[in-house]
């Protein structure tokens, strides 16, 4: 009730925010881009991918560097691979699905869901018998099944990644080179089907379309403070709809980038199932999400140091301040404006960015899968460290560091799960037994302050940047440190975060 939205969006109609972010045209105000797949290379598999990097592998034949200046948060891109209809066989298929939902002791709601989207009306049908309970129930792959056969309903597994290697290994190195949280789920519709009503995400959304066909309808949302939204929408119903932006059928082989508040719907034609994964990013990694780390010790920190944010409000601020108020123009009221925007000024100028990118990072570190292709920490060669030996990262990005109450804390994901990935542990709890949930040791190391900076250096040394021992004890040795080094290192390598090379 405080503002409507086309108050909210103000400063962004002036520009204020697209001229600074140096982007001067809003999300999807740009006509959606489709690219044609013409490479002679055939369906290269992300093994033979000579560039090492999976989002150029998926957005063949944009680039990355392409893709950022020119699609990311601006507008849809469709890649058509005619000539490579099998560019994404091996990472699903409906018989993978089919042998899931048999073998895994799988739950509605939190591994599955079953909808139908019919005549404008979206249902549900998370249970196995004829009617829903208050509880969740275990899939029966049968009734799925013949859920998808009969009932022309759709399946989404949520978080395959879990279960299924080739797309634990796809989501694993796109984290890799991302350095933030990416998600997947998978949809298996039947011919002529529809599983979801048009709405939008709160992620990036990269669709993968593996098996059959799958037409989709794109459109713009009416508000401009639904662009790049940090929640998901409400179902929308046809007659909401506003500009459509693209109207596409994608086949197996092809990709379609949506950005967030990108309002969608799709539909399985009527000669084959479909079946498709959406990978998903930049949930939550927003500008705005930053901010809501660093400002509240922003304003801890200039309310320390800055007098005049100490200083008391006018007694008669209810006279002209508050909702009853928001439509008034006078001195008064002007006056309080320009003081409280002076005022947030200093706020600013405090911001810890290092420290809430540093939270970010460990809460990426934390939520993240385990590295693909990483030795188990069992199978490493035992430790043979001399003043020679060149330390390196096993791979960059897998650890984080911060202070933590005067303590150097240092965070890493090797000992991630898989079968937590996209969730919290709470949420696993609340339905599975101890003796079901997986065993944790949770990748936390803590060190005294002296150990930060050499820490520092161990961090960046990953590929040709690797350190040597003599080195860092010349570093110590400048500063009276008292680190023990060779314990130090000893500890790094027996958590297999760090390789040596004599």
Not at 145 to 164: D, G, I, Y
Not at 267 to 288: E, G, K, R, Y
Not at 293 to 306: M, N, V
Request: aromatic share 6%; proline share 6%; glycine share 6%.
């Amino acid at each position: 009730m405080l503002q409507p939205p086309n108050k909210r969006c103000k400063l962004a109609a002036k520009g204020g925010e697209n001229k600074v972010l140096g982007k001067p045209d809003l999300p999807l105000s740009k006509p959606a881009v489709c690219l044609q797949d013409q490479s002679d290379k055939g369906a290269v598999s992300p093994e033979e991918w000579q560039n090492g990097c999976m989002l150029d592998w998926m957005l063949r034949p944009c680039t990355t560097h392409q893709f950022i200046k020119q699609h990311l948060d601006q507008r849809p891109l469709h890649i058509s691979r005619q000539k490579h209809q099998h560019y994404f066989d091996g990472l699903l298929t409906k018989a993978d699905i089919q042998q899931l939902l048999k073998t895994q002791q799988l739950q509605y709601g939190t591994n599955v869901d079953v909808t139908s989207y019919i005549n404008g009306q979206r249902t549900n049908l998370n249970y196995n018998g004829s009617e829903s309970t208050d509880q969740l129930e275990t899939v029966d792959a049968s009734t799925v099944m013949r859920r998808f056969n009969k009932e022309s309903c759709s399946v989404r597994v949520l978080h395959p990644q879990r279960w299924v290697e080739p797309v634990y290994k796809l989501l694993s190195m796109l984290e890799d080179e991302l350095r933030s949280p990416v998600g997947c789920n998978a949809y298996l519709t039947p011919p002529s089907s529809q599983g979801f009503a048009p709405h939008w995400d709160d992620i990036d959304a990269f669709v993968l379309q593996v098996e059959g066909s799958k037409r989709w309808r794109l459109y713009a949302p009416d508000d401009s403070a639904d662009l790049l939204p940090r929640d998901s929408s409400r179902d929308f119903q046809e007659e909401e709809l506003g500009k459509l932006l693209l109207d596409v059928t994608l086949h197996p082989g092809d990709l379609l980038y949506m950005p967030r508040g990108c309002i969608h719907q799709a539909q399985a034609l009527p000669d084959a199932h479909s079946l498709h994964l959406t990978v998903s990013a930049n949930q939550h990694c927003c500008w705005a999400d930053l901010f809501e780390l660093s400002l509240p010790r922003a304003l801890q920190l200039a309310g320390e140091d800055c007098i005049g944010l100490r200083r008391s409000l006018p007694f008669d601020m209810s006279q002209y301040v508050g909702l009853i108020h928001e439509e008034e123009e006078s001195a008064q009221r002007n006056n309080f404006t320009t003081t409280a925007q002076q005022m947030l000024q200093q706020v600013t100028k405090h911001m810890p960015l290092d420290t809430a990118a540093d939270r970010m990072n460990v809460q990426f570190i934390q939520q993240r899968l385990p590295p693909y292709g990483l030795h188990r920490r069992e199978e490493r060669p035992d430790l043979e460290v001399s003043e020679k030996s060149k330390i390196t990262l096993v791979r960059p990005g897998i650890a984080a560091m911060t202070i933590e109450d005067g303590s150097v804390v240092l965070y890493h994901c090797l000992n991630n799960p898989r079968i937590l990935h996209a969730s919290h542990r709470h949420d696993l709890a609340e339905h599975e037994s101890e003796d079901e949930q997986p065993d944790i040791v949770p990748g936390r190391l803590e060190f005294d302050v002296d150990y930060g900076e050499v820490l520092e250096r161990i961090l960046s040394a990953h590929g040709s940047k690797g350190i040597s021992m003599g080195k860092l004890q010349r570093m110590l040795d400048d500063t009276d440190s008292t680190v023990d080094l060779f314990a130090l290192v000893g500890d790094l390598y027996s958590e297999g975060l760090v390789d040596l090379q004599a």
